[in-house]
């Protein structure tokens, strides 16, 4: 089956650096994608790879290590509205159907002043 | 330009009553997805939708079902509801070509009594 794992919660301070790592078992990838979710709203995209290596996109980066199945996002210069949980995904070639999409269980960010 | 539109936004039904939300994807948008969320977990794959073709399910019963319009707008379909379906139903529409890219709507938030 597919599943992911990603830390339950993380804690940091304004403009810091703060790493969130995810590890994903699946049948077939095609790619894995951030997105962040603010309580009470909808997940945002943040950051798609495909290939292995470094995407960067301002203040944040991922990283994706398709030999260890294992993937991470990067947040710099921390501030107070990165507050929120961040998902890691992927779409593989799973399901019924031959696609099927699988998000982790989440990571709640914490920004402290 | 107007995101993904879902209605309705709130919904209370009871047990054994069935339920239709709809989503309207992003213009020019090809491909819908939809998920369910619980709160404190990751979104659930159920479906995805492209050309009004089904190409993706999730590992949900079939007492939930879909279909697409040929204006790529989408409606899901709970039948038979338990107090488990309670959650948050969010559409996602992608544009061709970039499907790990997902653009995810307000959601709809579904109690079931």
């Known amino acids: 089956g597919q599943s992911l794992e990603q830390p339950s919660e993380v804690t940091a301070v304004e403009g810091a650096i703060v790493q969130i790592n995810c590890t994903y078992q699946t049948s077939g990838f095609y790619g894995l994608s951030w997105y962040q979710q603010h309580d009470g709203g909808a997940p945002t995209f943040l950051s798609y790879?495909?290939?292995?290596g470094l995407e960067e996109t301002g203040r944040f980066s991922s990283f994706l290590s398709r030999s260890d199945s294992y993937g991470y996002l990067l947040l710099q210069e921390l501030q107070m509205k990165d507050s929120a949980s961040y998902f890691c995904a992927v779409r593989d070639a799973g399901g019924n159907y031959g696609q099927n999409f699988v998000f982790g269980p989440g990571t709640r960010l914490s920004v402290l002043p | 330009d107007a995101g993904v539109t879902q209605s309705p936004t709130h919904l209370i039904k009871t047990r054994g009553q069935h339920v239709t939300l709809r989503c309207s994807p992003i213009s020019g948008h090809k491909s819908v997805s939809w998920y369910q969320q619980v709160l404190g977990q990751g979104p659930q794959f159920i479906f995805q939708y492209y050309e009004k073709e089904e190409r993706g399910r999730g590992n949900f019963p079939d007492r939930f079902s879909a279909r697409q319009f040929p204006n790529y707008s989408s409606e899901l379909n709970v039948n038979a509801l338990l107090l488990g379906d309670s959650a948050l139903y969010l559409c996602?529409?992608?544009?061709?070509?970039?499907?790990?890219?997902?653009?995810f709507g307000a959601g709809t938030r579904l109690s079931v009594l």
């Open positions: 790879n495909a290939l292995d």
């Open positions: 996602a529409s992608s544009p061709t070509g970039s499907e790990n890219i997902q653009y």
